[in-house]
T-cell receptor, first 116, second 118 residues
């Protein structure tokens, strides 16, 4: 049983460029989440998908951010016109309400973004 | 508003001893879930233990146990017999909503950095 996979692990980009991250959830999980973590802080929720539907978005998700989950499998998070303030670790998690109903979120290793 | 508070920025513990990491939470919901995650320097968040608000027994998972005191709104993590590999950042998190969770997002604390000394 493979865990949550994120690609790339590290991304360095220049301010103003667009970047895209990919997340492959645990195969039987229908729920997928994106979080952002800055240095010295806990992760902050960005958005949540149930299957292919994006059901919740944080106010942190500005117009420059867009997330998709076509066909309810992998997900992508795109940041357009990156700013230095976007530098952070971007974490993806997946979960299933079955079998226990606890809906435990399992995280990937994250993508560390540095905007120069 | 929902909030998780971890008041210990860092802690030391001797190898093979037990350690308690503090966590308090604030919610107006009657149904919620509490989680602890471990984050080593590699960055991955590793799930450790879960406690539902209606669970009467404290959760245990191997060397990890969760000391759940509902009236005090605390959910402290106890690690018994500490190992060098336990050195990491530890985060307490809360999900509002019952099983399945209508609001599925997790709210995290700021974490506690644990250093296990030989």
């Amino acid at each position: 049983d493979t865990g949550v996979s994120q690609d790339p692990r590290h991304k360095i980009t220049k301010r103003g460029q667009n970047v895209t991250f990919r997340c492959d959830p645990i195969s039987e999980h229908n729920r997928l989440y994106w979080y952002r973590q800055t240095l010295g802080q806990g992760p902050e929720f960005l958005t949540y998908f149930q299957n292919e539907a994006q059901l919740e978005k944080s106010r942190l998700l500005s117009d420059r951010f867009s997330a998709e989950r076509p066909k309810g499998s992998f997900s992508t998070l795109e940041i357009q016109r990156t700013e230095q303030g976007d530098s952070a670790m971007y974490l993806c998690a997946s979960s299933s309400p079955l079998p226990t109903g606890a809906n435990i979120q399992y995280f990937g290793a994250g993508t560390r973004l540095s905007v120069l | 508003a929902q909030k998780i508070t971890q008041t210990q920025p860092g802690m030391f513990v001797q190898e093979k001893e037990a350690v308690t990491l503090d966590c308090t939470y604030d919610t107006s919901d009657q149904s919620y879930g509490l989680f602890w995650y471990k984050q080593p320097s590699s960055g991955e968040m590793i799930f450790l233990i879960y406690q539902g608000s209606y669970d009467e027994q404290n959760a245990t998972e191997g060397r990890y146990s969760l000391n759940f005191q509902k009236a005090r709104k605390s959910a402290n993590l106890v690690i018994s017999a500490s190992q060098l590999g336990d050195s990491a950042m530890y985060f307490c998190a809360m999900r509002e909503g019952g099983y399945g969770g209508a609001t599925n997002k997790l709210i995290f604390g700021t974490g506690t950095l644990l250093a296990v000394q030989p």
